[in-house]
């Protein structure tokens, strides 16, 4: 399949709702996998892609975590919503891994996934969370696009 950018955004969508699925049920990684490709079109979607960042997340769950906690202003990560939570983890996952991705892209993609599926306003929340991982994660690519 032909690498196209509509793809690697199906690929981010499914990885989303696979890591809320997750992160709601805790069943395992592979069931969640195996549900995704019966219910999904998968011959429109990155599946190389939607199986790195399904399992880096959860992979990388932890040290993830680690990276955005400091930016979630007055509250606490057990208080994110599960969409916006599954959001952050996905992008700030790209950021510190797939450097092949700008991270302008990232985060719009993350708008657009939190607009969707989020809570109303959520998306300002996960830019403004978003914007903090990029600077930390992608300090010479931000300043770069600043000047």
């Known amino acids: 399949m032909k690498l196209n950018a509509a793809a690697r955004g199906r690929a981010r969508r499914i990885s989303m709702q696979a890591l809320y699925q997750w992160h709601m049920t805790g ?6 996998e195996a549900e995704c490709h019966v ?3 998968m011959s429109k979607v990155d599946t190389e892609y939607f199986s790195e960042l399904f399992h880096g997340v959860a992979k990388q769950k932890s040290e993830l975590d680690a990276i955005f906690t400091p930016y979630l202003v007055g509250i606490t990560i057990e208080q994110v919503d599960p969409i916006s939570l599954a959001v952050l983890r ?3 996952y790209e950021m510190k891994n797939r450097i092949d991705v700008p991270y302008r892209v990232v985060i719009n993609e993350a708008i657009n996934l939190t607009k969707k599926y989020g809570a109303a306003d959520s998306h300002k929340f996960v830019n403004g969370v978003l914007d903090k991982v990029a600077a930390q994660l992608r300090e010479p690519e931000v300043k770069a696009s600043r000047s």
């Open 27 to 32: 069943n395992a990684l592979h069931m969640i």
């Open 39 to 41: 219910e999904n079109d």
């Open 90 to 92: 996905l992008s700030t």
